[in-house]
């Protein structure tokens, strides 16, 4: 099963291949100025001779430097924007009578707050994504430590996905559920 989040697993692997290298680097030049490794004199010059380099090359370094500054803002600004793009649903059955909009957000509220309701449930968060041709739906329900996932997902199954689809006349809705348990011990809850 593919992890419904691969660009944290591609970020982490990048950031644990760039420490690496990093270390790597700063481990060879201490072994090098301390004598350890006797690879190059602590006292010889870094690149041979005392010329300046030609202009192509302070160029081309310039340019690569400036490459690799904008990918690196290009990475951050993935960071941030990490929250899928939501969409409004559209119920047009008749266009020149009008149309119906319908915020994603508001369209799944009643259903994560009945989700909450659920024995067990913490809290739960989710997403609807895609249009109404296409939607999706994806969950973070988070369980406390005693509470039974099979009979959430039960729930799930029997009694909150079908209602939710009904309330927004879909025949189908694709759900991705993650399940986080929650180690704390459970807060006295006044329903």
């Not at 941030?80 to 319908?102: A, C």
């Amino acid at each position: 099963m593919s992890s419904p989040n691969r660009p944290a697993r591609l970020n982490r692997v990048l950031l644990a291949l760039l420490g690496f290298v990093l270390l790597a680097a700063g481990g060879f030049a201490l072994a090098v100025h301390f004598g350890v490794r006797h690879l190059l004199s602590p006292d010889s010059a870094l690149v041979p001779g005392t010329r300046q380099p030609s202009t192509l090359v302070l160029y081309l370094v310039a340019a690569g430097a400036i490459l690799i500054g904008l990918l690196c803002l290009r990475w951050l600004a993935a960071q941030l924007l990490v929250k899928p793009k939501t969409h409004v649903l559209r119920f047009e059955h008749d266009v020149d009578r009008g149309r119906t909009e319908l915020a994603s957000g508001t369209a799944i509220a009643p259903f994560l707050d009945e989700l909450e309701t659920y024995p067990g449930v913490r809290s739960a968060r989710g997403n609807l994504l895609g249009t109404r041709a296409a939607a999706r739906l994806s969950l973070v329900i988070t369980a406390d430590q005693d509470g039974d996932l099979a009979e959430i997902r039960r729930c799930l199954d029997t009694t909150g996905l079908p209602r939710l689809r009904h309330a927004l006349d879909l025949e189908s809705l694709p759900v991705t559920a993650e399940f986080r348990v929650n180690t704390q011990p459970a807060a006295p809850r006044v329903r």
